[in-house]
């Protein structure tokens, strides 16, 4: 746990990882990298932490944390993995407001995106 938080006990921490859990959740939207800041920061983690727990190096958790590295699909699932989630894809959902013609959808050229999901 980050140093310059007071440890806190199994169930406060179980609490805090579950929010960290649901929050990714709620907001597929999120960049990866954004996704990865959140549930290191909500779980209190340092990123040397995080990176051990994962089973993931220091470095790579670094880059991707700060955008230099999107990391390989393995390795997102290692990060999300220790919290028993992995990527998916998914279908986007179109804006029902869009103007259509200024972002045609095509037979097989349709939008997916990789999301945290379990």
């Known amino acids: 746990m980050d ?4 440890a806190l006990p199994l169930p406060k ?5 579950k ?3 649901d929050d990714v959740l709620a907001h597929p939207e999120w960049p990866l ?12 983690l340092t990123t ?9 190096a220091h470095r790579t958790m ?9 990391g390989s699909v393995q390795t997102m699932n290692r990060i999300f993995g ?3 989630l992995k990527l998916a894809v998914a279908r986007a959902v179109r804006d029902s407001t869009a103007d259509p013609a200024e972002n045609p959808v095509r037979d097989g050229d349709e939008d997916s995106g990789a999301a945290a999901g379990g």
Not at 13 to 17: A, G, M, N, S, V
Not at 33 to 44: I, S
């Open 3 to 6: 140093k310059r938080y007071n």
């Open 13 to 17: 921490q179980l609490e805090l990882r």
């Open 19 to 21: 929010k960290a859990v």
């Open 33 to 44: 990298a954004q996704a990865v800041r959140h549930l290191k920061k909500t779980m209190r």
């Open 48 to 56: 040397a932490e995080m990176a051990q727990l994962s089973g993931v």
């Open 62 to 70: 670094q880059d991707i944390e700060q955008e230099r590295s999107e």
């Open 82 to 84: 220790m919290l028993g």
